[in-house]
Structures are given as C-alpha cells and as structure tokens.
C-alpha cells in the first residue's frame, strides 16, 4: 500500500523556518519532518512514498536526489585523467521507494490528492500531512480500515493543552502542577488517514480543500471512520511546536521513534 504525504503548503505559521525551505523539510534532530514520519511508515513496513510537492518543492527533489550519497561512505578517485570515479561503500539507506510530484504552488489540500490520482490506480492507499508525528500503531490502523468497510478512516487525536494547568483541591488549595494536560477532550483530525480509491471521485479538482466537501460529504454518508489514538501526537504548526519536538528528540523521550 502506497503512502500519501501532503508536502505542498506553504508553513506561514512557521514562517522562521520555512522562508528559506518547505516546511516538511524543517529539521528536528537534524532530519526533515518528512524523514520522521517516513520512518514512522517505514518501521510498519510500507515503503513506498509519493509525496505531493507545491512550495519549493525543487528543495525535496534535491534532498531524495543527494539522499543515498550522504547516507553513504564514498571515494571520490580523481587519479582517473578519464574523470574520476565515484565508488560507494557502505550505506544506511532505507528500502524506500519515493515519488515526487509537482502538485501546484497554491493547490489545496484535496486538489494535491486528486494531482496523485493516476499514481494510486485502483489500490488503498495511506495519507497523512507533512508535518505532524505520532506513535500511531500502523499496522492497527489499516486492520481498523478494513474491518468497517467505509471508504476513509481518519486517525483522531486528543492535543495536549498549550499551558501547564493547577491541580486544585478541596477550598480551591493548588496541590501541584499539571504539565500540559489533554485538552478539553474533543477528538480533532489527527491525519494517518487510510483511503478507498472511490475517494478520488468526491474531489472536484485543485480548489478542493480535502477537509470540508470531501471529508464533510463522506462524513454525511457514513463513510468516514475514526480510528481514536489516545497515544502520542504532535504537529509542528508553530516555532514552539518545532522546538518542543526538538527538545524531545534530544533529551530521548521521541514518543515518535519507533525504530532503533
């Protein structure tokens, strides 16, 4: 099954970072965004990537493009008067397959998956956005998919609180901290989605949003499921949020790295 992941957008609300690259490219740990949750499919086994491209997409063809060689020892013979030769050694390259496409500039969220139609054929396939992880049980996931029979499933999240809150007790009495508490329990649209082919019929074309006629429709017609992961979830919407996830990453509590 292929895996979708919508890498178009512009990321104005994390416009520190993504002036000068998309924002799935945006490093934590040193690694894009992309290479995160590519891993996150990865470690699931699914290895076949298409990635819908819009906002300096130039940038994610040329990472994929140089992405063996920097994962790669190599000898750079210049000796040969024929022009040198290039010889690789060893590499840690991931058995990935990855297909990138050039899905407009100011395409929508739906337009940029009706562009990848003819890639998908007739086949299920996986989608989710280019800049949130999560330690959602893939495997899980699509098994719920196929068990209900509908045409989509959406994984729903509970995000955590922005702030910190007060554990109050008896006469209003702070009995301690509560460190960015679940938020006020509504279920919100966490992407990890998995599809039918038939959803493609229910987008129009590049103005769709995927987010309201599609999905509103589908959810109208009792085709939209949702697989609750009351696990871990985190966008990176915001500065704020990039840097959370760093300091996560760095400090080894990477709720998200699922690999070794």
Known sequence: MKVVILAGGLGTRISEESFYKPKPLVEV????????IM??????????????????????????????????????DFTNRNGGQQIIHDHSTEPWKVTLINTGLNTMTGGRVKRIQRYIGNDPFMLTYGDGVADVNINRLVDFHFSHG????????????????LDLGEKEIVEGFIEKPVGDGGWINGGFFVMQPQVFEHIEGDHTVLER?????MSRDKQLVAYKHPGFWQPMDTLRDKNLLESMWKSGGARWKLWD
Request: aromatic share 20%; hydrophobic share 35%; proline share 4%.
């Open 29 to 36: 740990g040193e690694k894009p965004m992309l290479w995160h």
């Open 39 to 76: 891993k996150i499919y990865s470690y699931y086994g699914y290895n076949d990537f298409i990635i819908c491209c819009g906002y300096k997409g130039y940038m994610i063809k040329e990472y994929f493009a140089q992405y063996f060689l920097h994962q790669a020892d190599v000898t750079f």
């Open 150 to 165: 509908k045409l989509a499933t959406v994984t729903a999240v509970q995000p955590r609180g922005r702030f910190g809150a």
């Open 213 to 217: 006629e599609p999905l509103e429709q």
